[in-house]
């Protein structure tokens, strides 16, 4: 049983559109949500991160909100460009263990020039 | 500068043999975690430790083994008894949760593979 669903599986973007990748889940002990970036051949790199004390997070082009009461996260790519073609990843990890995280399965994004 | 390396890149194994995946980090984390990944599943908790000399196992343990003798150190033993290795397996490190989650930090992981 997944944890963490992630939709859609695949997404292909025009460049400078809008990129939207969407995760929900279950446990309402979950308490950190980040995001990870995987470009092929490559390990994940941390994008942004929110915690559910907030409704949104900003960093450059990327945003997260979050929905606490739908148990509902989604990542937004504002203005995508060819580069940030990748798999992302959403995770989440509990309060009472802090270094366990459940993965979803991944979206494969292509950004078209 | 600071990182994880996992190594080999590739690996190839024949059936019936044990082979060990490597994995330093020079991050001072305590925490370290082995991942399979494989193709639209996303990732899956293999095996981790919060520290030296201790480990937990995670939701498909079954066929791996780990040890964590060194803070910098966790191998991952792939061995006969794991039917479907053919995979890419991602290490990670993170510091210590405390009363605070902490993000991880992957190395480029090892594509195994069966001959």
């Known amino acids: 049983q997944q944890q963490v669903k992630q939709s859609p599986q695949s997404l292909i973007v025009q460049k400078g559109g809008i990129s939207i990748i969407n995760c929900a889940y279950e446990n309402t002990a979950f308490d950190y949500f980040p995001w990870y970036q995987q470009f092929p051949g490559k390990g994940p790199a941390l994008l942004i991160a929110i915690r559910p004390d907030v409704s949104e997070k900003k960093e450059g082009r990327f945003t997260i909100s979050f929905n606490k009461s739908a148990k509902q996260f989604s990542l937004h790519i504002m203005d995508s460009q060819p580069g940030d073609s990748a798999t992302y990843f959403c995770?989440?990890?509990?309060?009472?263990?802090?270094?366990?995280?459940?993965f979803g399965s991944g979206t494969k994004l292509n950004v078209k020039p | 500068d600071g990182g994880i390396t996992q190594s080999p890149k590739y690996l190839f194994r024949k059936e019936g043999q044990n082979v060990t995946l490597s994995c330093e980090q020079n991050?001072?984390?305590?925490?370290m975690y082995w991942y399979r990944q494989d193709p639209g599943q996303g990732l899956r908790l293999i095996y981790y430790s919060q520290i030296v000399n201790d480990f937990q196992k995670g939701d498909i343990a079954e066929g791996y083994s780990v040890s964590r003798e060194k803070k910098e150190s966790f191998p991952l033993t792939v061995t006969s008894a794991q039917k479907n290795p053919t995979a890419f397996y991602l290490c990670?490190?993170?510091?210590?949760?405390?009363?605070?989650?902490?993000?991880?930090?992957f190395g480029d992981g090892t594509r195994l593979s069966i001959l």
């Open positions: 990670a490190s993170s510091l210590p949760g405390g009363n605070e989650n902490q993000p991880q930090h």
């Open positions: 995770a989440a990890s509990p309060r009472y263990n802090f270094n366990k995280f459940y």
């Open positions: 991050l001072n984390h305590d925490a």
